[in-house]
């Protein structure tokens, strides 16, 4: 289930002194003291929730409620002083020109002819003469090879020094509009003048960084696909403004990380985002001038990027956002100047209707979080499960012999809905695809189990193949661990063993890729996905992913979108899964994250010796994780409870309640909403029905369909993120 607790230890003491070797002993101190304040915070209110909770039943609304309003509240402080305090500030050389020395400042701005230019920096003007020099010097200043650039800047009618003062710079190409038209329309002026191969469209109330241009320019010679390029975005004072941004639902648009600390790893790789801001934007420029440049029906300004992006993807072309190119912007300083205080928001609204008009479904696409439940096909009898523990042995061998530990324990959890099924009765399996459908589960992903050349419980995914049921996407997750006597894949009394060789990688892949090809499989990018359950069993993983890819290639299957499940040491210590050979990670709770608290009632089994933790406090810890510099797909579980397995020293999750649970799922939602994009919007669920864990989706006869209806509360809210669908689960 996770690390033996003494490694736990040693693991956070490591990090511990990592995160003081980084950020010093004083922040470590403070986040040390806040974590303290909190937990006290949490334990008086876990403490009266608690009380409450003894005297309800598990299937009590009121006591789900109460979860779901307590948690929600306690993640939204947690955040908002995790905000604070994580808060942290790049220094900034900021050039910063006085009013009276702008005329003899802007003789510093020394351009060479460009005779032949790669790329068209277009900056459209109004006014704010101080920002456009100081934009102007910081391009000088922080620019190789000027010769290759061509600065054009459009002057949309100022009223200052700005003609005065431009006109008088060599090789700068400076076109004056005879009338204000507004930033869009200046922006498609300027394209029109440029010659060079790219563009680069640039506020003037922005100042560019060391090497800010280089970045923009090569993401179009590396990567596939590519239609805009845009740059970290930070505020003068060294905070993030924006690491790309996103398009609700509404048409509404926010910027990702916005004053947050640049340097986080999240917001240091190279990913795909659903757009970024016309603040800096680089664009092929014959690419840009065949889709019409900016939509003039956006004028004067506004959404015309949104827009201009929407139209990118459509012909199959990505925004992406580099962060290795960082520019500083002082964000609405021309907007804010205007006379009329509603002109921005007069515009914004307006343009937003226009997008709705234009985009409402592919911004609901965009917007679209594919669930994945994982799913234990363990549901029919087989003659190894025969031979080790008894004639038809199944899961339900287990659930049904379960026995509470303490009192006010869940236990046994029984079925309700779909009963003791059989996997081998297809109206079963159908049935569960039905139901899951209908609360908002996108797909299953199967267990597979292969040891060398022997597969175990493949028959649902085999009838899937001949027959098509069930009709729902799916995936497969390998699950390469030691069959063994005590259900925890160590190497202690094994009944199947795994081994690894270059035969056994071509045999499993050739085999899956039957999986691969069929219409119902779930791709990213159009690759199918495949999930690896313990990369850290393999005696070089690497290699192996290496083979795959090879095999894929050479079957004509093409690439294949791998992802590692961060368990056991990997969800402590994770690796990067790019070095390891694969695309993603996908989190795994309750791996590696503990939080034990005493009995909640009294026990009632003098044998226990496992352990208990607070399913509330462990969803806490696992949102408090700081985001990785890659693609993780974020997991949630219902709930956690082996006893079914191991009666006297099991690990089981307390208060784990529909409500709690709804909390925890919406927060990971939003969370992969800000840090993923398009196909990689996807969450795992732990599990659909895996009982013996009591981590199931499945109606039970105490919560019934509480964690279904919370699955798709959940994924209702995250369509339109409003008060009324909370305000409706607390009136329940």
Partial sequence: MGLPYGKYVREMLR???????????????RKVGRKITRGISFNRARLALNRRSRRAVAGDERSWRDDYAYLKQELSRVKRGGDAADRKRRDIDLIEVSQNRLAEEMQNVSLPEAVRPAVSVVIPVFNNIKFTV????????????????????????????????????????YVRNDKNLGFLKSSNRGAKQARGEYLVFLNNDTQVTENWLPPLLTTFETQGSVGLVGPKVLYPDGTLQEAGAIINRDCTTEMIGIGENPDAPRYNYLREVDYCSGVCLAVRSDVFRELGGFDESFAPAYCEDVDLAIRFRARGLRTLYNPQSAIVHHLSMTSDRVEDGQYKTRHVVRNQQQLSEKWQEHIDDLNRIRAIAFYLPQFHPIPENDRWWGKGFTEWTNVAKARPNF????????????????????????????????????????????????????????????????????????????????????????????????????????????????????????????????????????????????????EGMGEIYLAMVESFQHSVNPDTPSELGFDASVEFPPHGVWGKIGSPGRMVNPDFSGDIYDYREVALKYLERESPGYVRFRGVMPAWDNTARRQNDSHIFAFATPGSYQAWLEAIIEQTRRQNHGDERIIFVNSWNEWAECANLEPCREFGHGFLDATRNALAYSESVTDRLEREFLRK
């Fill in 407 to 554: 009192q006010g324990h869940y236990q046994p959890r029984l079925p309700a809905d779909l009963g003791f099924y059989d996997l081998r009765v297809e109206s079963v399996i159908a049935e569960q695809a039905e139901l899951a459908k209908r609360y908002g589960i996108h797909g299953f992903c199967y267990y597979y189990y292969r040891f060398g050349n022997k597969r175990l419980l493949e028959m649902p995914l085999e009838r899937l193949l001949e027959r098509n049921i069930p009709d729902i996407p799916f995936c497969i997750c390998w699950a390469n661990e030691n069959w063994t006597r005590r259900w925890d894949g160590a190497e202690s009394q094994i009944l199947m063993e795994q081994q690894y060789s270059d035969d056994s990688d071509r045999q499993f892949i050739r085999d899956v890729i039957q999986y691969f090809k069929h219409p119902n499989y779930i791709r990213v990018h159009g690759k199918p996905l495949l999930l690896i359950y313990r990369v850290g069993l393999f005696p070089d993983i690497r290699k192996s992913t290496s083979l795959w890819r090879e095999v894929c290639l050479a």
């Fill in 134 to 173: 100081e934009c102007l010097l910081s391009i000088v200043k922080h620019t190789d090879n000027l010769s290759e650039i061509e600065l054009i800047v459009i002057d949309d009618g100022s009223r200052d020094e700005t003609e005065l003062l431009l006109r008088r710079v060599e090789n700068l190409v």
């Fill in 15 to 29: 990090a511990s002194h990592r995160t003081i070797l980084s950020d010093g002993f004083i922040a470590f101190v």
